[in-house]
């Protein structure tokens, strides 16, 4: 699948936005390795901290039906210029699908493609974690 349509699907998907509070619709679409495509969009709440991002939504709905690689998600929204992902969502995005094409568009449909590592560089991800074991009885 070429980026114009994957970007095409963010577009659509950004009509389902409910942003009443912000009127900021975004939609996005992640695309799979093996072809599939997931829309998601953003959800707000007037509990503001409650509200998702599409980006989430997307990944969210393609790993709770079982995708774990992914290729790339563009990212829609109605303004002039590129809109990039959010801090959670970029941490997010490179959790669950690591250096992934980020396809940021413009309202006129045009886009541009970034790495998810050129987006969030010096990711934090597991192998930050310390590994802890369970003491044997």
């Known amino acids: 699948m070429n980026y114009t349509i994957l970007a095409t699907w963010a577009r659509e998907a950004k009509r389902n936005s409910y942003s009443p509070y912000s009127r900021f619709r975004v939609g996005a679409a992640v695309l799979t390795t093996d072809g599939r495509v997931f829309t998601g969009c953003n959800i707000e709440n007037s509990s503001y901290g409650l509200t998702t991002c599409a980006e989430r939504t997307a990944l969210f709905k393609a790993v709770s039906e079982g995708e774990r690689s992914f290729v790339a998600i563009a990212i829609a929204s109605d303004e002039d210029t590129f809109t990039p992902p959010c801090g959670a969502c970029r941490q997010v995005i490179f959790e669950l699908a690591g250096n992934v094409d980020v396809v ?15 987006l969030l560089p010096q990711p934090f991800d597991g192998k930050n974690l310390k590994k802890t074991q369970r003491k044997k009885k």
């Open 104 to 118: 940021l568009t413009k309202k006129d449909g045009t886009y541009r493609v970034k790495k998810m590592l050129e």
